[in-house]
């Protein structure tokens, strides 16, 4: 069976980026930092093009946007997080859509890995 860590945290980055290779990705805001969706260091990650980005909580369980540039790429610089005082736009939203990420990856978690 398949088997992986719950936490994306403890996972390094696979993607070729020259910020993170090889290394656990801590900080989606790092500068220069070019992961792709499909990394294993991204946590559970819910393509919103409604948004023209995509969400994903990061591990303080805070709901992130960040916007897509194109080809699984991320423009780290503009990513907002819901505990930002920035005018966050999905704000109102935020607890369900938390709720909702959460229990995805709990489900996932149990499923792919036998608990």
């Not at 910020?19 to 790092?30: E, M, Q, S, Y």
């Not at 919103?48 to 992130?64: E, H, I, N, Y």
């Not at 109102?92 to 959460?102: K, M, N, R, S, T």
């Amino acid at each position: 069976m398949y088997q992986r860590s719950h936490n994306s945290n403890q996972h390094a980055c696979n993607c070729g980026c020259l910020v993170h290779a090889g290394k656990p990705r801590l900080f989606f805001t790092d500068p220069g930092c070019d992961c792709i969706i499909s990394c294993a260091s991204q946590p559970l990650t819910v393509h919103a093009p409604q948004t023209g980005g995509a969400l994903f909580l990061d591990r303080k369980r805070r709901l992130w946007h960040i916007p897509g540039l194109g080809s699984g790429r991320w423009d780290g610089n503009s990513a907002i997080h819901s505990d930002a005082d920035n005018g966050y736009q999905l704000i109102d939203a935020e607890p369900e859509l938390a709720d909702l990420l959460l229990a995805a990856d709990d489900a996932l978690a149990a499923l792919l890995c036998g608990h």
